[in-house]
């Protein structure tokens, strides 16, 4: 194994003060938060990656930018959800508009939010897509 997949230690909806919070109580402090990231920083004996956890792309960012102020030094990220839900409605409102066969290109696409500075490599992918088929999960987004 070269590279650990771990999810972050906190959830920012639970932490007052950030802009993910959802004041549906409180976990922990800002500080407590911080300590978490390094604690877990601390015991790990490989390279790390976060994973997304299927938040959304802005709480990702947040949660990355809280992980650098506590000096973490994470090796880069695994997303899925952060990335391509807001994607879909865009995905759709493309296919409906007179393209043959229901394809479209695109062009660059944004995957993360535009100034979420900790994920500097790949912030602009050209996507080029053929038919759209969605799942009913996908509509409910």
């Known amino acids: 194994m070269d590279v650990l ?4 230690p906190v959830n920012l ?6 802009r993910t919070f959802g004041n549906k109580g409180v976990a922990y402090s800002h500080r407590e938060a911080i300590e978490y990231f390094r604690r877990a920083a601390s015991v790990a004996s490989k ?15 947040e949660t990355l930018e809280l992980a650098a102020e506590a000096g973490v030094k994470f090796s880069g ?3 899925g959800r952060a990335i391509w839900q807001g994607g879909i409605p865009i995905s759709a409102n493309l296919r409906d ?15 993360l ?13 050209g996507v080029k897509m053929g ?3 969605m799942t009913a999960t996908q509509k409910a987004l």
């Open 5 to 8: 997949k771990v999810e972050t």
């Open 13 to 18: 909806a639970f932490i007052p003060g950030t």
């Open 47 to 61: 390279p790390f990656i976060f994973l997304s956890a299927g938040v959304s792309n802005d709480a990702f960012c």
């Open 77 to 79: 990220v695994l997303c």
């Open 97 to 111: 508009q007179s393209y043959p066969n229901g394809s479209c290109d695109h062009g660059p696409f944004a995957i």
């Open 113 to 125: 939010r535009p100034g979420c500075r900790y994920l500097k490599p790949a912030t602009y992918l």
């Open 131 to 133: 038919p759209v088929t």
